[in-house]
């Protein structure tokens, strides 16, 4: 396998169906040690047991547990060589609306403790690696009530560039994906409504809506320092095309 004595360290992993368990389930497949991360410590044991990996807690808005976390790994599996981030939350408000309360935990989440992943990634990996960030097609299409959650993800997909640059000659790659809309556990309350697949498919040019394997098989090729060694500061869009905003047909 090609990612045997690699060790991932994946945060947002603590759901039941979202990126993160699909993401640490695909690159334990493919031989690595997985260290899965979240802020609830009881599903993350459960996936930990699952792909014979480890389980630590983190709240990535906390500077303090995002340093532990990597320093924990690094510890318990002699190395970092792989870290993404699939930490995030959807607080949907018009900008009518808004206030600093509503704001802050948005930020916080999706761009600080987006940076500082990145950031904490980086000091722990001796030999290069790749650091993965979950964006969202909402940074590249505008909609109503996203004014914050897509600023966040538009942010941190900038920053990944920057990263790109700054670390790049330690040989660490930083890459975001850039999701459409698939049904995860953030999501799952839209898809309640039946009408969901009907409204987004005709805007899909290949007329399906994404799952999360389509996200995890794009973690795992950015993952692989074999298959994508020379790819850094990007930003791929796993949207079936949406994010092309295609004129009416």
């Known amino acids: 396998m090609s990612l045997e004595h690699k ?7 603590s759901g039941t169906d979202n990126f993160g368990v699909a993401i640490a389930r695909k690159l334990a497949a493919n031989g690595c040690t997985v260290v899965v991360s979240g802020r609830r410590i009881e ?12 389980a630590v807690a983190c709240d990535i808005s906390d500077e303090a547990q995002v340093k532990a976390l990597f320093e924990t790994a690094h510890t318990e599996t002699g190395s970092v060589d792989i870290a993404v981030n699939c930490a995030g939350g959807l607080a949907a408000a018009p900008i009518s609306m808004l206030t600093t309360e509503l704001i ?5 989440v999706s761009f600080t403790g987006a940076l500082l992943f990145m950031r904490y990634a980086a000091e722990h990996m001796d030999t290069g690696g790749s650091v993965i960030t ?3 097609l909402t940074a590249r299409l505008p909609g109503p009530a996203l004014a914050v959650y897509a600023a966040a ?17 330690q040989n660490i790659r930083f890459n975001s994906i850039a999701a459409g809309l698939i049904h995860t556990d953030m999501t799952d309350a839209m898809f309640q409504d039946d009408s969901t697949n009907q409204r987004f ?10 799952n999360t394997n389509d996200i ?10 074999e298959k994508s060694p020379f790819i850094t500061g990007q930003l791929i869009d796993v949207s079936g095309g949406q994010h092309m905003g295609r004129l009416p047909q």
């Open 7 to 13: 060790t991932a360290v994946v945060i947002g992993a």
């Open 43 to 54: 599903p993350l044991r459960k996936l930990a047991g699952e792909l014979e990996g480890v």
């Open 104 to 108: 802050q935990p948005t930020l916080d």
């Open 134 to 136: 979950i964006s969202s």
């Open 153 to 169: 993800r538009s942010g941190i997909d900038f920053a990944i560039r920057i990263a790109a640059v700054e670390y790049g000659a």
């Open 201 to 210: 498919i005709p805007h899909i040019p290949l007329a399906r809506m994404g």
């Open 216 to 225: 995890a098989e794009t973690a795992l090729w950015l993952a692989d320092d």
